[in-house]
């Protein structure tokens, strides 16, 4: 079993900046995909931001150049640094990762979601 913990999320002001964090642990051999999406009322989730393990990032347009995905091997965890926030942002964030457990099984575990609100 492999679990993902998120943190960071919060109310931020439009203009303002978050740091979402995620940490993975459990029977992890490898990691190869770390990633964000999000959901906001009534929509479908949606890809925000992903890097694979060798470092290869991927941005939806409308977060690119104002956010900034990275990850710590080490520690099994991913961040999404946001800046200049818009009230578009605010949604619910997932933290998604894709590896090997240590039993040789492929899994795919989603976090329990961060809420970002931006508003004044």
């Known amino acids: 079993q492999v679990q993902l913990v998120e943190s960071g999320g919060g109310l931020v002001q439009p203009g303002g900046s978050l740091r979402l964090s995620c940490a993975a642990s459990?029977?992890?051999?490898?990691?190869?995909?770390m990633g964000w999406y999000r959901q906001a009322p009534g929509k479908q989730r949606e890809l925000v931001a992903a890097?694979?393990?060798?470092?290869?990032?991927n941005y939806r347009d409308s977060v690119r150049g104002r956010s900034t995905i990275s990850r710590d091997n080490a520690k099994n965890a991913v961040y999404l640094q946001m800046n200049s926030l818009k009230p578009e942002d605010t949604a619910v964030y997932y933290c998604?990762?894709?590896?090997?457990?240590?039993?040789?099984?492929?899994?795919?575990?989603w976090g329990q979601g961060t809420q970002v609100f931006v508003s004044s």
């Open positions: 459990g029977r992890i051999l490898s990691i190869n995909t």
């Open positions: 890097i694979t393990n060798g470092g290869s990032t």
């Open positions: 998604n990762t894709k590896g090997v457990t240590t039993s040789g099984t492929v899994f795919a575990s």
